[in-house]
């Protein structure tokens, strides 16, 4: 099975200020299409997770667009540009290139 | 409005079985690929079966050979029988549209199963 493995685990971040988040992952996600199979997810409190990046880099329908995801083979990194109280929450990140899909263990964003 | 929408879940005991029910509207059902996802209290998630569009199922090893996933397209319904359960299946089960990347791009609100004596 793939290992997601996120860091860190717990993020305070102030209004306004720059956040990033690591995953990395035991084995390559580059699918032979040239696509990298790794997706990002916030999970606001009390709330179903949501798609926020898809294929690595690719910001899903409606996240805007101080949401970026970079990174890989196996590194890769979300970044919020400029952090907002409705930005708290759980972020994942997701392995979609082989079965059984993994997720990373979680980063909690939360307002200094 | 794409939506989807579970139900069936509750107290069983050790040993018992549930079937849970996901309601797709909003969107072609039998296009897409179908996942469950659950989250026990306080964890994180974790991915628990897929449904291709042909019907192909798929499992970690931790659900296989106990979990069945099944779709009827005509209902825009998903299903999971979950039978043998364990108090280690306690969790929120969530149902999740899967688009073409192996990323999940539309949730449900999760219905909750207790496994407990």
């Known amino acids: 099975d793939i290992v997601m493995t996120q860091s860190p685990l717990s993020l305070p971040v102030t209004p306004g200020e720059p956040a990033s988040i690591s995953c990395r992952s035991s084995h390559s996600l580059l699918h032979s299409n040239g696509y990298t199979y790794l997706h990002w997810y916030l999970q606001k409190p009390g709330h179903s997770p949501q798609l926020l990046i898809y294929l690595g880099s690719n910001r899903a329908s409606g996240v805007p667009d101080r949401f970026s995801g970079s990174g890989s083979g196996s590194d890769f990194t979300l970044k919020i540009s400029r952090v907002e109280a409705e930005d708290v929450g759980v972020y994942y990140c997701?392995?979609?290139?082989?079965?059984?899909?993994?997720f990373g263990g979680g980063t909690k964003v939360e307002i200094k | 409005e794409v939506q989807l929408v579970e139900s069936g879940g509750g107290l069983v005991q050790p040993g018992g079985s549930l079937r849970l029910s996901c309601a797709a509207s909003g969107f072609t059902f039998s296009s897409y690929d179908m996942h469950w996802v659950r989250q026990a209290t306080g964890k994180g998630l974790e991915w628990v079966s897929a449904?291709?569009?042909?019907?192909?199922?798929y499992y970690p090893g931790s659900v296989k050979g106990r979990f069945t996933i099944s779709r009827e397209n005509a209902k825009n319904s998903l299903y999971l029988q979950m039978n043998s359960l364990r108090a280690g299946d306690t969790a929120v089960y969530y149902c999740?549209?899967?688009?073409?990347?192996?990323?999940?791009?539309?949730w449900g609100q999760g219905t909750m199963v207790t496994v407990s004596s």
């Open positions: 997701m392995q979609g290139l082989h079965t059984p899909l993994t």
């Open positions: 999740a549209r899967g688009i073409t990347t192996g990323a999940f791009d539309i």
């Open positions: 449904i291709g569009t042909a019907g192909d199922p």
